[in-house]
């Protein structure tokens, strides 16, 4: 099992939180940069990584990320299921 903590750092590894309703080509605010959290324990653990990712000045731009209550949520699409595994051959190997 990965802790919300860990969740949020390979989270912020594999995406660029500076950019604002985009991730590269891709625009609107379907593809901002949000953490969802449950309870006030996740909401303090995220803005406190985003607060040490700003500090580290790994980004040039400020984090733009979004840090908001999760809601009713729903299954992508099949085709948007393991989509790194379909288009560019990568899987999960834990």
Do not use: C, N
Not at 30 to 53: C, G, K, M, N, P
Request: overall charge negative.
């Amino acid at each position: 099992m990965i802790s919300y903590e860990e969740l949020l750092a390979h989270f912020f590894r594999l995406h660029d939180p500076t950019q604002l309703d985009r991730q590269g080509p891709d625009v609107g605010d379907q593809y901002r940069s949000a953490v969802f959290f449950h309870d006030q324990a996740q909401r303090e653990a995220a803005l406190a990584a985003i607060a040490e990712l700003t500090a580290s000045r790994v980004f040039t731009r400020p984090v733009v990320t979004q840090v908001v209550p999760a809601a009713e949520w729903w299954r992508a699409e099949e085709y948007h299921q393991r989509y790194l595994e379909k288009r560019v051959g990568l899987s999960h190997r834990g």
